[in-house]
Every structure is written in C-alpha cells, then in structure tokens.
C-alpha cells in the first residue's frame, strides 16, 4: 500500500528553486519523525532534513541555509523547499516516515521524485 507520493521534482539551473511535497495516505501526526532523503546515482541513499510531529527540524551539513522542510497536519503533507540549486543535489528524492508500533520503529517510503541539478 502506498504511504506517501512525492511531486515537485524536475530539471533547474544551478542556483534554481524547486519545492517538492509529499503527501500521506493519513494523518501525519501518526508519524513522530518524517523527512526527505535522496539517492544520487553510484551513491548511498543519504537523510536531507527531517521534521518532528511538534515542528522540530534537522539538517544535513550540505543543505542547510539552502533547504527548508515544513508541513502542513491539515492537508497530511510535507515539503522540501530548495533554494540555491547545485549540481550536487541532483538525485531522487525520496519522502519518509517513521512507524513505532510495538516498541519497533519502521520505516515507510513514497516512491521518489526525479531534482536534476544542470545548465
């Protein structure tokens, strides 16, 4: 069963924006972390930024003061707001959620949106 379906990716210049959002089958707050991490190609997947059912944001050396996550509970979507594009970001980006259920965390995947970073 899908949980999240991401959209907003595409082709921008260097120094571009893009916003990408995320949608859930249900209430996000049932997810106590969420967060975006990408896939470039002949690289490991690697966590962008995550955001907290309270509103608590992390991020990852290489994007911050050029990403931004936030959220919206009423309309059970994140976004990832990209600012300053560069070639290095250019990968699959990929929405996620973290179940705890029973004591074990488990991880939900929406099934990627294409950021390509080139003049």
């Known amino acids: 069963q899908v949980q999240f379906v991401e959209s907003g990716g595409g082709l921008v210049q260097p120094g571009g924006s893009l916003r990408l959002s995320c949608v859930a089958s249900g209430s996000i707050f049932k997810y106590p972390i969420m967060g975006w991490y990408r896939q470039a190609p002949g690289k490991q997947r690697e966590l962008v930024a995550t955001i907290t059912s309270i509103g608590s944001t992390n991020y990852a050396d290489s994007v911050k003061g050029r990403f931004t996550i936030s959220r919206d509970n009423g309309k059970n979507t994140i976004y990832l707001q990209m600012n300053s594009l560069k070639p290095e970001d250019t990968a699959v980006y990929y929405c996620?959620?973290?179940?705890?259920?029973?004591?074990?965390?488990?991880?939900?995947w929406g099934q990627g949106t294409q950021v390509t970073v080139s003049s």
């Open positions: 996620n959620g973290k179940l705890l259920r029973l004591g074990v965390s488990t991880d939900y």
